[in-house]
C-alpha cells in the first residue's frame, strides 16, 4: 500500500493529537487526584465537630470550586437546600409546619457546613442563636421563667427544622409537657376539663410570665374566664353567710391560711389539674363544707 507524502502528514497530525489528548487526560486527572485542597483551607479540620462530607472530598459538594462565575455560589454543585437532600432525608425537614429559615434553603444560617465547636455544625449555641432571630425580650425580663427556657433547651420543645404540629412542637402539648411533668398530677379521677383537653397553653404561658405558675393572668382572672358566673353570686356556704367566700378583687391582700407565701384564691380549695375528691378540691372531702377546717382550725 503506498501513501502519499501529504496523507502520511494527516495521520501523523491525528496521532500525535491524540497522544497529547490522552496524555492531557491522564494529567489533568493525576493533578486532581493530587489536589489537596487542605494545604489553602487547612481551618476546615480545625474545630470540634467535622462535617462528614468533609472526608468525601471537596467535590462531593463544589464541583467548580475556583470557577470566575460559578452556576452556584462557592461553586457548590448545587444550590441549598437540594445539594443537603443529596445526603439528609427531605422529609425531615418539609413537614406540614416549616421552620422560616427551612422554607427559605438558609441551612448555613444556622449550620456551618465544614466544621464548628457545637454539636450539629450549629454555628452558636442555643439560645443565642435562636435570639439572632426571635426577639430575646419574649423569652427574658418576666419575674416566672419556664426551666427549659432559663436552660436555653429550645429544641427539647421545638424542633428546629420542621414538624406535623403547630409552633413546631414535636408532638401535642398534653405528651410534650408530660415529659418533665408527672402525669399522674393531671389524671387523678377527678380531671379537669382544660386539662383533659391538652390545652395547657390556656392557662399558662410557654415561655415567661409575670404570674406564678407561668399564668397569663393572675391566678383568680384565669379562672374567671371559663366560670365568669362565680361573680355573680356568693361562693361557697352561701346558707352560713349573705356574702359568700372572698374570690377576686374581694380577697385581694388575704393570704392563704393553709399554703405558706401563697395568696388566698381558686387554688386555695381546687386542684386546677386533676383530684381525687368532687369538685376538684385539693383536700380529702366529700362537699364544700368538709373544706373549712383545713383552714379555720377549731
Known amino acids: 500500500m503506498v501513501y502519499s507524502e501529504k496523507g502520511l502528514m494527516r495521520n501523523t497530525r491525528i496521532v500525535f493529537a491524540l ?3 490522552i496524555t492531557l487526560f491522564i494529567f489533568s486527572g493525576y493533578a486532581d487526584a493530587q489536589l489537596d485542597c487542605m494545604k489553602c483551607h487547612k481551618h476546615m479540620l480545625t474545630k470540634k465537630f467535622v462535617h462528614a462530607a468533609i472526608p468525601m472530598g471537596c467535590k462531593a459538594c463544589h464541583s467548580e470550586p475556583h470557577q470566575k462565575n460559578p452556576k452556584f455560589s462557592t461553586g457548590l454543585s448545587a444550590a441549598t437546600p437540594d445539594l443537603c437532600y443529596n445526603c439528609h432525608d427531605k422529609t425531615k425537614f418539609s413537614k406540614k409546619n416549616v421552620h422560616a429559615p427551612v422554607a427559605g434553603g438558609m441551612c448555613s444560617s444556622c449550620h456551618d457546613p465544614h466544621t464548628s465547636d457545637y454539636a450539629k455544625l450549629l454555628i452558636g449555641e442555643s439560645p443565642d442563636l435562636c435570639f439572632t432571630c426571635h426577639d430575646k425580650k419574649g423569652f427574658s425580663g418576666k419575674k416566672i421563667v419556664h426551666s427549659p427556657v432559663a436552660g436555653g433547651m429550645c429544641i427539647t420543645c421545638h424542633d428546629p427544622h420542621s414538624s406535623g404540629t403547630p409552633k413546631l412542637l414535636p408532638s401535642d402539648p398534653l405528651v410534650l409537657c408530660f415529659n ?13 376539663m382544660p386539662v383533659a383537653g391538652g390545652m395547657c397553653l390556656s392557662c399558662h404561658e410557654p ?7 407561668l399564668l397569663t393572668k393572675e391566678p383568680v382572672n384565669v379562672c374567671l374566664e371559663c366560670h365568669e358566673g362565680i361573680k355573680k353570686k356568693p361562693h361557697v356556704i352561701v346558707s352560713f353567710s349573705t356574702t359568700g367566700h372572698p ?52
Open 180 to 192: 418533665c411533668h408527672d402525669k399522674t398530677e393531671f389524671s387523678k379521677k377527678n380531671v379537669h
Open 247 to 298: 374570690i377576686g378583687v374581694q380577697a385581694k391582700g388575704i393570704a392563704d391560711p393553709a399554703r405558706k407565701g401563697r395568696k388566698f384564691d381558686c387554688g386555695s380549695c381546687h386542684n386546677p389539674h386533676s383530684s381525687e375528691s368532687p369538685g376538684l378540691f385539693i383536700y380529702k372531702a366529700d362537699s364544700s363544707s368538709q373544706l373549712c377546717v383545713n383552714c379555720h382550725k377549731k
Open 207 to 213: 415561655h415567661v410570665s409575670e404570674h406564678i405558675a
Open 19 to 21: 497522544i497529547f489528548l
